[in-house]
């Protein structure tokens, strides 16, 4: 049951991935990514953890994926500025077969590496409950320097990404 | 029970296809998504290991910091591809070649 299921979102997840490489309409790229997404957190369910496959769900569904359909929304332009044409966000490919070389190139060595490497942690593993106690526990005592740059990093995120859009919206209106 | 290899090779397949749709897509946007999917095939890989070291959970963690700092570029990026298309009213990388404004 756990491996159909594994198979069955892993394939998901591939399938909607290889969508994104192969569809011109980057509107479908940006679903497609969202479909992605899903099955990539249901393979942390089935690695057991819980509370980053909802993190996942919340952050890169709830925020990455709305911002991304944003920006393809400002920064489309309408060939034909007519509400009647059809308004697909259209976005060629190029250089596609060296792209697909080295992209193969890639996996091939990454999946030699992996099927030939002999992991230490290979093997049998405890199930467990919910991660969320220890992730919280480690957050607060063991990990708490990079909990708190974390928070200073997303602060200045904020505020560099406010000036910027503060800027262009102030040229635009002048 | 799936062994760790499994969890890879789908972490390298999806990094791979991230690769080819961040290399070969004509749209500064479409190059953000190619990135987003290799960070994610990234996280996949940190997830799987951490499934075997139940008492700390390192791998998650650091899953968790990556998800973090990969949110923070994608709002940086999109701020900046708004400028860009501003200037040169296109979101093309391969026409945007010019540094002086």
């Known amino acids: 049951m756990e491996q159909i299921a ?31 997404f899903f099955g990539v957190a249901a393979l942390y369910v089935l690695a057991m953890a819980d509370f980053l496959a909802v993190a996942q769900i919340m952050v890169y569904v709830g925020g990455v994926l709305v911002l991304l359909v944003f920006g393809i929304m400002l920064t489309h332009q309408p060939k034909v500025k007519s509400s009647a044409a059809s308004n697909r966000v259209l976005a060629e490919n190029r250089g596609m077969i060296l792209g697909g070389v080295v992209a193969v190139l890639v996996f091939a060595m990454l999946a030699k590496v992996i099927v030939t490497a002999d992991f230490v942690l290979d093997g049998p593993y405890a199930a467990q409950k919910s991660t969320m106690e220890k992730i919280g526990l480690a957050l607060m005592t063991t990990h708490l320097l990079p909990f708190e740059m ?14 910027l859009a503060f800027n262009r919206i102030k040229q635009t209106r002048s | ?21 961040a290399v070969t897509k004509k749209n500064a946007i479409g190059v953000l998504l190619g990135l987003e999917l290799m960070l994610n095939a990234v996280n996949l890989n940190l997830v799987a290991f951490s499934r075997h070291d139940p008492a700390h959970l390192q791998g998650q963690l650091f899953a968790l910091f990556v998800m973090v700092v990969a949110v923070c570029e994608v709002a940086i990026a999109l701020a900046i591809i708004l400028r860009v298309f501003d200037h040169f009213k296109t979101v093309d990388p391969d026409q945007i070649n010019r540094l002086k404004g």
């Open chain 1, 6 to 36: 594994f198979y069955l979102f892993a394939g998901l997840a591939i399938a909607a991935a290889l969508l994104i490489l192969f569809t011109r309409n980057l509107m479908y790229a940006a679903f497609a990514l969202f479909i992605t």
């Open chain 1, 150 to 163: 974390v928070a200073v990093l997303l602060l200045a995120v904020l505020v560099g990404t406010g000036y």
């Open chain 2, 1 to 21: 029970m799936i062994p760790v290899t499994h969890f890879l090779l789908v972490g390298c397949t999806l990094f791979s296809i991230g690769l080819a749709v």
